[in-house]
């Protein structure tokens, strides 16, 4: 398959990533079925693009005609079968659940058309976990965006021993052509390249928070105006979600066993409670209602 052969995407999941990935592929000119099980989540997510659209023309970053072509070709819907069964690429954005993302790479495998390219956006769950699952392991790989997705330029592509050079060039040009600049990883590794990196920030700063050396406001503070970072590492895992970041890391110490992988206890708390970040309303931040 080509890229020009791409004309339906289908993006599982209506979250936090799933929304925006959608959204996006409809503006760059793909007709997109978002699929969801959670019917108020569907809701929130045609909500969001309901006012996006027209703000971006507000902005003078779409016309009038882009975003209504945008609408037109966008679809929210809670069945796999029909959102799937003429997808010509599939983005899987489900929760972080390795379980649940086996049962829907077996049902995406059999309904989805035997050319569609299956893709996971997990962050940290590599697509060999999930292949084997399927009768075209060639055709699958991690495709995984950055947080807001509409606007995070990078793209990790995730050639797994299964992956085609096929499957992960077209998945390359399919992030251009969605306006990104992906990276390509030639084999599977924890945390890929991003979440690697970005852990080693996090977990120092959680350790200086934890040691009660400066308050999540000071360390971010610094981190932006010393670093040159967009935001710092609290006011980050506010916006990717606390929860997300318990199971990064307790992924990891599952992995391997080094109780440095372990998440801080102030993680632990947050997870516990429910301070999740901004979509609990309050994280290390409070964001009221
Ligand atoms: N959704 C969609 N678009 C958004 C947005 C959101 N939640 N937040 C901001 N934007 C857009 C705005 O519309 C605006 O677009 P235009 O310039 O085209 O008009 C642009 O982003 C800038 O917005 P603002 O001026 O309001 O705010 P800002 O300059 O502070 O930028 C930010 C906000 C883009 C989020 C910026 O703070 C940033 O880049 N932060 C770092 C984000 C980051 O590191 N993401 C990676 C997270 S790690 C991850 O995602 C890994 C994982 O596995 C979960």
Known sequence: MKIDDIRKVCVVGAGNMGHQISILAAIRGY???CVDV?????????????KYLPGRVAKKKLTEDQ??????????NTDLKKAAGDADFVIEAATENLELKRKIFEKLDQVAPPHAVLATNSSFIVSSMVADVTSRPGKVCNMHFFNPALVMKCVEVVKGPHTSEETAALAMELARSLNKEPVELQKEIYGFLVNRILSAINNEALYLLDQGVASAQDIDSAVVNALGHPMGPFKLQDLTGIDLTYHVMMERYR???DPADKPSPTV?????KKEWGQKTGKGF????K
Do not use: H, I, M
């Open 255 to 257: 992995e391997t066993g």
């Open 38 to 50: 959670n019917e108020k989540q569907l809701q929130k997510a045609r909500g969001f693009a309901e």
């Open 67 to 76: 975003a209504r072509q945008a609408w037109d070709n966008l679809e929210f």
């Open 285 to 288: 931040y409070d964001y009221g």
């Open 268 to 272: 632990v708390e947050k997870y516990v």
């Open 31 to 33: 007709r997109v079925s």
